[in-house]
Antibody
Framework: QVTLKESGPELVKPTETLTLTCTVSGFSLTTARMGVSWVRQPPGKALEWLAHIFSNDEKSYSPSLKSRLAISKDTSKSQVVLTMTDMDPVDTATYFC??????????WGQGTLVTVSS | SSELTQDPAVSVALGQTVRITCLGDSLRTYNTHWHQQRPGQAPVLVIY???IRPSGIPDRFSGSSSGNTASLTITGAQAEDEADYYCTSRDSTGNHVLFGGGTKLTVL
């Protein structure tokens, strides 16, 4: 059974850096053409893709957020980490990690709500 | 183009057929996938690569694509199909994932 679970702070202050961890099970981060994406959803709004990382360590970022994002993986821990710098209240959202299999997001984590407030 | 456009809201009578559309120039080149999101839940993939249903998705869900338009059709809509539906594909470079703005489906 494939599962993904996000973890990280529920509350961050403006200008701080957010670090989120996605812990996966039921598949390997080293399997060819497998990857993990991060997607966010502000309250009441649409899904927004942020970044993904593949088994070969290829990375891609949303052009509008690229300067603030970094994605990495620790295959020994089955974890993918996303950092987002200079957080702002508009970054308040539910952050999801999701499995990408041959380029298709096919499994989602439950999501974690991050609120940006002083 | 770097956008996927969806109608914000669509309604359908119980048991009837509804089509949800997604427009984008990149759809001429890249496959479209559809995700269903019920209130308070994580999205679920319902159609991938234009018209393939993942295991466990009812066969009343189908997909199609022509030119710059992709469609998700629900034939015989059920009450549990009331949800937000998002199309997703790639941008024109192929390197970035795009989501449409979502369509809220109401089953009357």
């Amino acid at each position: 059974q494939v599962t993904l679970k996000e973890s990280g702070p529920e509350l961050v202050k403006p200008t701080e850096t957010l670090t989120l961890t996605c812990t996966v099970s039921g598949f390997s981060l080293t399997t060819a053409r497998m990857g993990v994406s991060w997607v966010r959803q502000p309250p009441g709004k649409a899904l927004e893709w942020l970044a993904h990382i593949f088994s070969n360590d290829e990375k891609s970022y949303s052009p509008s957020l690229k300067s603030r994002l970094a994605i990495s993986k620790d295959t020994s821990k089955s974890q993918v980490v996303l950092t987002m710098t200079d957080m702002d209240p508009v970054d308040t959202a539910t952050y999801f990690c999701a499995r990408m299999d041959v380029g298709v997001i096919d499994q989602w984590g439950q999501g974690t709500l991050v609120t940006v407030s002083s | 183009s770097s956008e996927l456009t969806q109608d914000p809201a669509v309604s359908v009578a119980l048991g009837q057929t509804v089509r949800i559309t997604c427009l984008g120039d990149s759809l001429r080149t890249y496959n479209t996938h559809w995700h269903q999101q019920r209130p308070g839940q994580a999205p679920v993939l319902v159609i991938y690569n234009k018209n393939i249903r993942p295991s466990g998705i009812p066969d009343r869900f189908s997909g199609s694509s022509s030119g710059n338009t992709a469609s998700l059709t629900i034939t015989g809509a059920q009450a549990e199909d009331e949800a937000d539906y998002y199309c997703t594909s790639r941008d024109s470079t192929g390197n970035h994932v795009l989501f449409g703005g979502g369509t809220k489906l109401t089953v009357l």
